[in-house]
């Protein structure tokens, strides 16, 4: 079987980010195809289109609409009830760094995962304390890993990602790109992107 | 069987609004669901929230992404290559007035699809010669029905309906309501909420 590649972009302040994060892995398996995980900030690629918080804040109606959605694509795929980080969106800063070492070794979709299901399953915090927890569930040692995860070496992997997502035309999270330049946004065109990718030798 | 009760909102500068309508009552008949066919205006909403144009135009690299997300489903759906209006967005205040009205009478669905496909597999404008065209490909008397489209009742029920849209929370095209409160957005949600209409007594 040849193994095709697709790109999972995501955003740890996004919400759909997380329903992708918790499904790409065996939606991958099924189709054949070979993920590689992305995290990045999409904070510049919001500032740079003039907004300084979540669309889902900015426009309150689209917001109340996108949490139900949630609820209701949360249970049909037989997740955790949702619960809201407060504030929204989360500060994803120290995750992406910790995520984007962790991708370099074996426990970054783990780390990933358990992040999500701390802030939407468990409407916590994302911040250091978090991070730490879930560090030391994975069994790691939290102290050495942050000062890995916060040296020069991940703060640039992690901000040339950001220039790379801006650079395929990525605007939102989850986004989905294959190695022929199509962009998937949404987790809503996973199943898209996997038969695409899937399509391509 | 029991027949249950779903409302498809849609709006005649959308373009996922035009994937919705060409599928809408195949497959609500799949899943044992009454749909209600609701043209409204989209445009006081967004100038609501301080759009004067698509957010597919405010954001270009959204809008790109969206012209291209489109091709690819169209392509998968087996409709027409996707052709772009000039300009982007159409003003469809004509088209709806005379959907509202043909809806009331045997027509409006025909007409609806007749409209989007000339706007997106066509490219062309859906203002009255296009209006016309298809009024006359429908047998009826293009002078006749616009008359009667832009009597004072199919104006006051037009507005009513973009009133009731805003209401309901609606803030995009298109959009699906439920009897029990549902709100569902996008023509991506077409599956949730003939799943959850059917579950309705």
């Given at each position: 079987m040849h193994r095709h590649r697709l790109t999972f972009w995501f955003e740890f302040a996004s919400t759909y980010s997380y329903l992708a994060a918790m499904r790409v892995d065996e939606k991958a398996a099924d189709a054949g195809v070979e993920v590689a995980w992305r995290p990045f900030l999409l904070g510049p690629i919001f500032a740079a289109q003039?907004?300084?918080?979540s669309p889902f804040n900015i426009y309150p109606a689209k917001g109340e609409n996108m949490w139900r959605d949630m609820e209701r694509r949360a249970a049909a795929r037989g997740l955790p009830p949702v619960r809201r980080p407060d504030p929204f969106p989360q500060n994803g800063l120290l995750a992406a760094r910790v995520a984007t070492y962790g991708l370099t070794q074996d426990w970054g979709r783990a780390f990933t995962r358990g992040v999500y299901t701390a802030e939407f399953a468990g409407g916590e915090g994302i911040g250091e304390p978090t991070v730490r927890r879930i560090l030391d569930e994975l069994g790691l040692d939290p102290d050495v890993t942050l000062a890995e995860a916060q040296g020069q070496a991940v703060k640039d992997s992690l901000r040339r990602a950001g220039e790379e997502a801006q650079a395929l035309g990525i605007y939102g999270a989850p986004s989905f790109t294959t190695a022929d330049g199509e962009l998937f946004w949404g987790d809503d065109r996973l199943e898209d992107a996997l038969g695409w990718a899937a399509r391509l030798d």
């Open positions: 003039g907004w300084t918080s």
